[in-house]
């Protein structure tokens, strides 16, 4: 018998309940109590952002966001699906979007990639499906297109940059299929939203945004505040700097 008490497991969630003591200690307990506000007048974050599930590119550890800062939606690789009239079939991403956008009236959207990123490796690997996996094949495969084009990549292209490449292309294929859902289209053309895209590079630590104006992603320098990618991120992408 595996000794339960002593397991990773058992471990990893004694850690986090201790986290939760700390957190308890700074939010609950001193002379600022932020919670209280937050109940009392609700919730008003100004940025949504959709984010990868991976453990290692959480949008709050990374931008030190406090308690309200950030309305989040994470699915594998980040993906935003194109709009669609509602049949009757749950949406998960496209009900946090909405809510974020028409009930919380978010003033940005920052699609939050990542390098390394296991749900864009397994659409660049299996696009055509696996036996292994019931629901990530139809998932991933929304970005499928995007595969396509990075298979005429140049070809003394390595693997890596490859993967890159597609990572970020998947961030600005999102950011077109927000635009696909109208009350975003109405918001961004009114100037009331303002859409971008962001790659955490987690072997470099840094973010690269896409830039609105040139259509290319580029290194953030501290204190710059990025211009949103908005809607001037669509046409092929060249490797080239990206
Ligand atoms: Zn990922």
Redesign the pocket.
């Known amino acids: 018998m595996p000794d339960r008490e002593h397991s990773s497991g058992t471990l990893a969630l004694r850690r986090l309940l201790r986290g939760f003591e700390h957190f308890h200690d700074s939010f609950f307990e001193g002379d600022d109590r932020p919670y209280e506000k937050l109940v009392s007048e609700g919730q008003s974050p100004r940025v949504l952002v959709i984010a990868?599930?991976?453990s290692r590119?959480d949008p709050a550890l990374l931008t030190e966001a406090q308690p309200g800062d950030l309305f989040v939606v994470r699915n594998?690789?980040?993906l935003v699906p194109a709009y669609e009239k509602p049949r009757g079939v749950p949406k998960g991403t496209s009900a946090a979007v909405e809510f974020g956008v028409r009930a919380l009236e978010v003033d940005h959207i920052i699609v939050l990639?990542?390098s390394h990123?296991?749900?864009?490796r397994f659409l660049a690997e299996r696009r055509g499906g696996s036996a292994d996996f019931e629901f990530l094949p139809d998932w991933v495969a929304m970005a499928g297109e995007m595969v396509t084009q990075m298979e005429n990549l140049a070809s003394e292209a390595g693997e890596a940059e490859r993967l890159r490449w597609l990572e970020k292309a998947a961030i600005d294929l999102s950011l077109r299929n927000l635009q696909s859902f109208p009350w975003i289209a109405e918001r961004v053309k009114a100037g009331r939203l303002a859409l971008h895209g962001w790659h955490f590079d987690l072997q470099h630590g840094q973010i690269q945004a896409l830039d609105g104006a040139s259509g290319r992603f580029r290194a953030v320098a501290p204190g710059e505040l990025p211009s949103p990618a908005c809607g001037c991120c669509e046409g092929l992408m060249e490797l080239v700097g990206r």
């Open positions: 990868c599930s991976d590119s594998v690789a980040a990639g990542h990123c296991g749900g864009i």
